[in-house]
């Protein structure tokens, strides 16, 4: 057995050291000193790894929320600074954790182009559609991304991922916010037949819903959707200020 079997190799090491890092970095609890010095010495190694550690600070809330507020717009910022360096280690982040993917969108959108920020949104609700997860915050926390940025809602990524093959499969999520954001981007994207048909499935499929039931209609107005072939069933379910014209789209009174 040599020396360095004694004491492991230095990957091992530098892991462990991470993990203890890792620790400090999300004690909710204690001295704000510990977090501060573990952000810190990984903002020093600045390794893919660390970086990627360093992260973890979005996924915790302090006790204090100013101090909290704080060291994350510390962790944002070296993460920026870093600049490529940081860019792989902030993707693996966004796609692995549940939890602070609002900060890492903004440490991404400083680092990538916005193309690419969608490209990446876009694939995960994609993904997410098909998994079971109970906590709803990140597909909420990226459809929500999607609407404050509706003027990429228009454009393609270079990955070919669509708003409407993202959002769609959505519209069947267990949870109402989720299905509601779902449909909420739909109807803020360009109009496509896809996204109409949907919208008016969810319609019928959630008629006893009534946040659902509006949020839709209100979608298929801004839309300027018609519900041909559904007038009947549609109908049934308007309420004020909704109602159907001539051509059965939907309308709303006052607008």
């Not at 190799?9 to 620790?23: I, M, N, P, V």
């Not at 979005?58 to 993460?79: C, H, N, Y």
Request: net charge negative.
């Amino acid at each position: 057995m040599g020396i360095f079997d004694l004491f492991g190799t230095r990957e091992s090491r530098d892991q462990a050291a991470l993990k203890r890092l890792a620790q400090k970095l999300t004690q909710k609890w204690g001295p704000p000193e510990n977090r501060e010095k573990a952000i810190d010495q990984l903002a020093e190694m600045g390794t893919p790894a660390a970086l990627k550690t360093l992260c973890l600070r979005f996924t915790v809330r302090s006790e204090v929320g100013i101090q909290d507020d704080e060291e994350k717009e510390r962790t944002r910022a070296i993460l920026v600074e870093a600049g490529a360096d940081a860019l792989g280690s902030v993707k693996e982040f966004i796609a692995e954790q549940e939890s602070g993917i609002a900060w890492g969108l903004r440490v991404l959108a400083a680092l990538a182009p916005p193309e690419e920020v969608l490209s990446i949104v876009l694939g995960l609700l994609k993904r997410l559609s098909g998994e079971y997860t109970r906590d709803p915050e990140k597909k909420l926390v990226l459809l929500a991304w999607l609407l404050e940025h509706p003027d990429l809602l228009a454009r393609t990524p270079a990955a070919g991922e669509t708003v409407e093959g993202a959002a769609v499969p959505l519209l069947e999520d267990f949870v109402d916010d989720v299905r509601i954001g779902a449909a909420r981007v739909l109807a803020a994207a360009p109009a496509s037949a896809g996204a109409r048909d949907a919208l008016i499935a969810l319609l019928l499929r959630d008629r006893d819903n009534a946040r659902v039931r509006g949020e839709v209609l209100q979608g298929l107005a801004h839309m300027g959707a018609d519900v041909k072939g559904h007038r009947p069933d549609v109908e049934s379910l308007l309420v004020e200020p909704f109602f159907l014209d001539r051509e059965a789209r939907v309308k709303k009174r006052g607008i």
